[in-house]
């Protein structure tokens, strides 16, 4: 049995970190952080997660900065990231794509929907990690 596939869910509402944890935990190693400063520390420590999903309103360093750190970092550009945001503005949602974003999802979210997005994000990422 393959280890399940690890993700790395950044949110600063701990009811929206507990209810993703207890939804994602099923079927993949979950870890939580409350902001994208938290989550680049984490990252820094040598943790890489196999796809990230954040907000992007968060205190101390935004989804969308945490976002473009990401996508200027050598190490960290290719780690798949899904947006799980209130923030509807379509500029955001363009900035967000332009830095790579998979997809953006709108709070409330269908959890079932997600877990899909999520398991096609992944496989995708396989296929071209196994054509590289």
């Known amino acids: 049995m393959s280890k399940p596939k690890r ?3 950044i949110e600063d509402h701990k009811a929206l970190r507990i209810l993703l944890s207890g939804i994602l935990k099923k079927n993949f190693d979950v870890t939580t952080k409350v902001n994208g400063l938290d989550a680049m520390a984490y990252l820094a420590s040598g943790h890489i ?6 907000d992007v309103e968060m205190p101390k360093m935004d989804g969308v900065g945490l976002i ?4 200027c970092s050598g190490f960290f550009k290719n780690i798949p990231i899904i947006v799980i945001s209130g923030n509807e503005d379509q500029a955001t949602k363009e900035k967000c794509y ?4 998979k997809h953006y999802f709108n709070k409330p979210f269908n959890p ?3 877990i899909n997005k999520i398991n096609e994000v992944l496989e995708v990422e396989n296929l071209l990690l196994i054509a590289s």
């Open 68 to 71: 473009n750190n990401l996508a």
């Open 112 to 114: 079932k929907t997600l």
């Open 7 to 9: 993700i790395l869910v």
């Open 98 to 101: 332009n830095l790579g974003v």
């Open 49 to 54: 997660p196999d796809i990230i999903l954040l």
